[in-house]
């Protein structure tokens, strides 16, 4: 066993393990699947669905779609940044300062724009803010910040690491 920080051994790295995990694989396909599945759709029956719409839902389909499309765009760039770190073309480390370029935290929605858009394309919004969600949490937990004072004892540190990945603000 490798000597570390905490004594006898190193304790485990919490958020490597994650990106090499199953739930990244899921989320990754999830993700791509669902640019792929929102790409067809805006070049296809999205558009026939956008002139059925007064100027009023066309230019909230526009904004809209937009809007989409780069939340798309960035949660893919982060899954791609994150299979690169999975395949050891990047260290979790390189990946930190690259991901200061990919924005994954929420963007502001307008439900009631929403609410007037076509039922496919007000699918594809709900799903990626979900998977957008789910990239966010999962951010936050590989690349969770070292504690300024690190524990005494490595279960004091998984579990420092364990609150921040689920979001616990108390002790």
Not at 33 to 61: F, H, I, P, Q
Not at 87 to 115: M, P
Not at 142 to 158: I, K, T
């Amino acid at each position: 066993m490798a000597q570390g920080h905490y004594g006898d051994v190193e304790p485990v790295a919490f958020g490597e393990k994650l990106a090499n995990s199953q739930s990244f694989t899921t989320l990754f396909r999830e993700g791509m699947s669902l640019v792929e599945e929102t790409a067809a759709y805006l070049d296809g029956d999205g558009r026939e669905d956008s002139k059925a719409l007064n100027r009023n839902g066309a230019l909230a389909y526009a904004t809209e779609s937009m809007r989409l499309t780069t939340r798309l765009m960035q949660v893919a760039s982060w899954l791609l940044l994150h299979r690169a770190v999975n395949e050891g073309e990047l260290s979790l480390a390189q990946a930190r300062k690259e991901k200061s370029r990919v924005k994954v935290g929420l963007d502001a929605r307008d439900t009631d724009a929403e609410r007037g858009l076509p039922e496919p394309l007000q699918e594809l919004i709900a799903r990626s803010v979900r998977v957008q969600e789910r990239v966010q949490r999962m951010d936050a937990t590989l690349h969770v910040a070292a504690p300024e004072n690190p524990p005494s004892n490595p279960v004091e540190h998984q579990l420092h690491l364990l609150k921040t990945a689920f979001g616990a603000t108390h002790g």
